[in-house]
């Protein structure tokens, strides 16, 4: 329960928004100091909670609205926004499926962790923009147990697409409409994408965000995912890697 006390505290940090009939909560921003190549940059930091709208909800008293709902989720999506994300003309965003394997441990059966990293640093170089990471996308938006049994079907030959059809899900199940929402909340100007990945550029088109570019984002090749990124463009339809040396 929160008290009228700490409601005062945070009531101007908490905004709501709208997606496929539901509320989505959004908590920020946190001033958040990230290390990146020596350095220390600013990012400010959101969280989002997606939950049934309920009746009894009003208009503006959203911290007591949230003592109507459960808000003890273990994992949520979030974002990283940097610079002033909300005005300047050309700013860029990253949506970055969670990978537990890749952005935790650094595993090198993918670029997912070389791709966050890269992502952030871009986004800092170019002076404002948004990261947002996308917890229910773990391993395409199989889970992380069914993809680590994709991986063990990948030690046997299978590549990514097949590995995942064979456990009987969609090849690629991750949404973004969540998230499209938030980023409508925090920009309503044109963005650039940070993305291989048409699915990304189509599902921000369609639901009405004016993408004015694309920038391309590969690298960390290794023997280790040579053919996870193959599949990626011969399978999955990804914009081709620009001419790299992959590294044995
Ligand atoms: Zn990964």
């Avoid at 208009?59 to 109507?68: P, S, T």
């Avoid at 773990?138 to 590549?159: C, H, P, T, V």
């Avoid at 938030?182 to 650039?192: A, D, I, Q, Y």
Wanted: hydrophobic share 40%.
């Amino acid at each position: 329960m929160i008290k009228p006390n700490i409601a005062a505290i945070i009531k101007d940090k908490i905004k709501r928004t709208q997606h496929g009939g539901d509320d989505i909560y959004v908590v920020g921003p946190v001033k958040l100091p990230v290390e990146l190549d020596g350095e220390t940059k600013i990012f400010h930091w959101y969280s989002w909670l997606r939950r049934e709208a309920g009746e009894e909800r009003s208009a503006e008293r959203l911290v007591e609205d949230l003592n109507r709902i459960s808000y003890a989720d273990l994992q949520q999506s979030s974002v990283l926004v940097y610079g002033d994300f909300e005005n300047n003309a050309d700013a860029l965003i990253r949506m970055h499926s969670i990978c537990h394997t890749g952005d935790i441990f650094g595993s090198a059966r993918c670029d997912c962790g070389f791709q966050l990293k890269q992502s952030m640093r871009i986004i800092a170089e170019h002076g404002s923009g948004a990261l947002f990471y996308l917890a229910n996308h773990e391993g395409r938006g199989i889970g992380l147990f069914s993809k680590a049994l994709a991986y063990l079907l990948q030690e046997e030959g299978l590549d990514t697409v097949d590995a995942n059809t064979e456990l009987g899900f969609a090849d690629d199940g991750r949404d973004y409409g969540e998230a499209i929402a938030v980023l409508k909340l925090l920009r309503r100007l044109p963005v650039s994408i940070i993305t291989n990945n048409p699915r990304k550029v189509d599902a921000l088109r369609s639901a009405g965000m004016n993408v004015a570019g694309r920038v391309p984002l590969w690298g960390n090749a290794s023997v280790y995912n040579e053919k996870y990124l193959q599949t990626k463009m011969n399978r999955s339809g990804h914009f081709g890697m620009e001419p790299q040396k992959i590294v044995k």
